[in-house]
């Protein structure tokens, strides 16, 4: 993957993220990212080779800007419950700002070997963050709770990424209610949600 620096790059890289999370891999074509990016189409084979080194960088830019925010956000807060609670936000939100751009994760190369280790390590570097919280919170065998935790709010974006009726309180109360549900399991949570899957 070439590395270039500079605001064309940026320009790429977002008109990229735009059209592959609105119309979805396959169906974008290269010209179409370089016209939105105000380049020429040679002008972007510059900067990359293929539409799998785009959208590899694309990811990847992405990706780490998630976890350098989640991993700032965590080391703001000081007990288990406040770190697990801004993990859900950080996750939650994520999705929620991105409901326009499904295709992003539904329509994305398959079997690409860069791209699938790009996020390979991206769920490992994000499930070693939530793991050192839960080890901060001497928790036993760390890891587990925090791939149990990721599970939970894994599982939790899906109603957003589908209902259209999805609002900003629903988003608030997965939260609150994903946070509890771990920390204190489901008859502790005391939550409809809850209740209504038993």
Not at 4 to 24: C, N, P, R, T
Not at 120 to 144: K, Q, W
Request: hydrophobic share 40%; with cysteine.
């Amino acid at each position: 993957m070439n590395t270039y620096q500079g605001d064309k790059l940026e320009l790429i890289l977002d008109a990229a993220y735009d059209l592959f999370g609105s119309q979805g891999y396959y169906a974008t074509k290269m010209s179409e990212i370089a016209e939105l990016a105000g380049i020429a189409k040679g002008t972007l084979y510059l900067y990359f080779s293929s539409k799998e080194d785009l959208f590899a960088a694309m990811s990847k830019r992405d990706l780490d800007s998630f976890l350098l925010e989640l991993s700032y956000g965590v080391k703001r807060n000081t007990t288990l419950e406040a770190q697990l609670k801004f993990i859900a936000e950080h996750y939650l939100n994520y999705y929620y700002e991105r409901r326009q751009y499904t295709k992003l994760f539904f329509k994305e190369p398959n079997n690409d070997p860069v791209i699938l280790e790009i996020y390979r390590d991206f769920m490992a570097n994000y499930i070693d963050i939530v793991s050192e919280c839960m080890g901060t919170a001497e928790l036993p065998n760390a890891h587990s709770y925090a791939k149990g935790f990721v599970g939970i709010l894994t599982s939790m974006k899906m109603d957003m990424l589908f209902d259209e009726s999805y609002s900003i309180e629903d988003l608030e109360n997965t939260i609150s209610f994903s946070t509890q549900l771990f920390l204190n399991g489901c008859k502790e949570a005391q939550q409809p949600a809850c209740a209504s899957s038993e």
